[in-house]
């Protein structure tokens, strides 16, 4: 058997699946991933400069206009065949847990549910100074240029500046979800690691959690990773070909 027969054998007897996103599960719906060598945002722009809550109070200006250039993009996007599978997978196994470090919707709007969002929203964003949600964002935004600046709204309760709903460097996951996260990881029999470089922790290390509690863990990249065991796989390949696949 090849690596994918096996896999496609393990889902069809899995009870509990967990499928674990990064960006490139929303690479083929034209959201740039952060470390990808030509595309991936972190060639370009600095996170120093963006995605910490330092750089927010620095020049929050240019921090919100960078997030509102990225939620116009998502807000364009489709979910692509690697959603659409996910979505799909729940109606194959009793059992099924997706939890995503991406802070797109795709995957809801794809048709899964209960989807547990480790590093929160781009469309949930919040006062900064007072944490409480803003209901304001237009659903339609002007399509912003690359780099513009643009001042954030202000709270409608204490006038602080509002952010986006996403969790920056140095910041606490969302600790409900995590815990979901990790518990899952270490009560499934299979897991799909799907368009992640694993690099970013605490999310990291669902993967290994699940791998140590004794399930499968297969990662779905185009990149190959090292395997450690016989329990661990990679199918190499995009998200949105490998994945149907899985199902066909
Ligand atoms: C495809 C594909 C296709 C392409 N199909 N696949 C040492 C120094 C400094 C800090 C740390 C440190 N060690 C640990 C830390 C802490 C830090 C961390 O992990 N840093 C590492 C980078 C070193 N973590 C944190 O700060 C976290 N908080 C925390 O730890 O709190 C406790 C604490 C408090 C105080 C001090 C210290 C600790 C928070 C992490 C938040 C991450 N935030 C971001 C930005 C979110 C907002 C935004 O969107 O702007 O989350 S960073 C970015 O990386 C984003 C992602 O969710 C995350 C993971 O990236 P992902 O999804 O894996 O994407 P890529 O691009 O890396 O990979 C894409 C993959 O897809 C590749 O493998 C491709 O091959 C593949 N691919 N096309 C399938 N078609
Ligand atoms: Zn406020």
Redesign the pocket.
């Known amino acids: 058997m090849n690596d994918l027969q096996i896999v496609a054998e393990a889902l069809r007897c899995a009870r509990h699946l967990v499928v674990f996103t ?4 929303s ?2 719906s034209g959201i740039p ?4 060598a030509l595309s ?1 945002l972190w060639q370009r722009f600095d ?1 120093g400069e ?2 910490t809550a330092e750089a927010f109070r620095r020049d929050p200006a240019l921090v919100w206009g960078w ?1 509102e250039w ?1 939620r116009t993009k998502v807000l364009q996007a489709q979910p692509n065949p ?1 959603h659409l599978a996910i979505a799909e997978l729940a109606r194959h196994v009793p059992q099924l847990t997706l939890v995503t ?3 797109d919707d795709l995957h809801e709007r794809a048709g899964s549910t209960e989807v547990i969002h ?3 929203s ?1 469309h949930q964003p919040r006062c900064f100074d007072c944490q409480r949600p803003f209901a304001g964002l237009a659903d339609d935004p002007q399509e912003p240029a690359e780099g513009r600046r643009i001042e954030p709204p202000r709270c409608p309760r204490c006038g602080g500046p509002v952010r ?1 709903g ?8 969302p600790e409900p979800a995590l815990q979901q996260a990790f518990a899952a990881a270490e009560a499934c029999d299979l897991l799909l690691s ?11 290390q669902i993967p290994q959690l699940a791998l140590q509690a004794g399930a499968r863990v297969v990662h ?4 190959p990773l090292v395997i450690q065991g016989v329990r661990e796989h990679c199918l190499v ?4 070909m490998v994945l149907p696949e899985l199902l066909a």
């Open positions: 990064g960006a490139g599960v690479a083929e991933t952060f470390r990808d991936g996170p963006l995605a997030y990225r690697a470090q991406n802070v480790l590093h929160g781009l986006p996403v969790v920056w460097f140095g910041e606490m996951l799907v368009g992640t470089s694993g690099v970013v922790y605490p999310a990291a779905i990249n185009p990149q390949g995009a998200a949105g």
